[in-house]
């Protein structure tokens, strides 16, 4: 599942996000390319900004594998809500893996290494320890240091066992998350981490993709 449907307010004012070229492809494509060079993900459902499709489906010309759009939400959660509903898994066995269309940096191997996780636990995540030393700020002021010992940046791919998110979404009763993980915590399920490399950035702001840029000039897409 793909949660594409954001505009990225804190990037541009433009289209959705997802659209925007890196190297001269679609951020969207790369990221899918990326999935499916894993071996591990055989088609996509992605949520996209309601009036897009049209626009997506141009973009998604050489998709690198069978995927279905649907209409996203007004939040990341409700987004990721309306692919899952739209994905009709067969079993409450299979995976599910949730990837951020604005990460199109992943590195395949590290996605298999999530997927295989997952197959062992139930539930696993992508991310990396933080370095910076982080601060609660209120009002311009630091409140309080935060011991960064055993702080971790989640990012994407999150990929859980159908039965367990079912249940997770179930849960939340529309409550708001900003990854997917959150709502199995919150359900009492135990999550995998798996450290990756710090390459695999969400692009949020227009430097974020200068960087990114210079990342695919010096390795090979
Ligand atoms: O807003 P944020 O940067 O957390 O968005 C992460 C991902 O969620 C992006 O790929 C964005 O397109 C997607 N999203 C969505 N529906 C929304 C908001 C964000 O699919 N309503």
Known sequence: ?????????????????????????????????????????????????????????????????????????????????????????????????????????????????????????GAAIAGFSVVETIKRVSGGTVGETVPRRDLFAATTPQVFRVGLFRKALAKAEGAEATDDAELVERAGGAVTVVLTSRWNIKITYPEDLAWAEAFLGRSPA
């Open 1 to 121: 599942m793909i949660p594409a449907a954001g505009f990225g307010a804190r990037f541009h004012d433009g289209g959705p996000k997802a659209l925007v070229p890196l190297a001269g492809r679609p951020m969207l494509l790369h990221a899918l390319e990326r999935l499916a060079a894993s071996g591990r993900v055989g088609g996509a459902v992605i949520a996209v900004p309601e009036g897009y499709e049209d626009a997506f489906h141009v973009a998604l010309k050489r998709a690198p594998f069978s995927y279905a759009l649907v209409e996203g939400g007004m939040t990341r959660r409700e987004s990721v809500a309306r692919a899952f509903a739209a994905a009709n898994f067969e079993t409450d066995d299979e995976l599910v893996l949730v990837h951020d269309a604005a990460r199109p940096l992943v590195d395949s191997i590290e996605v298999a290494a999530v997927v295989d996780a997952a197959e062992k636990t």
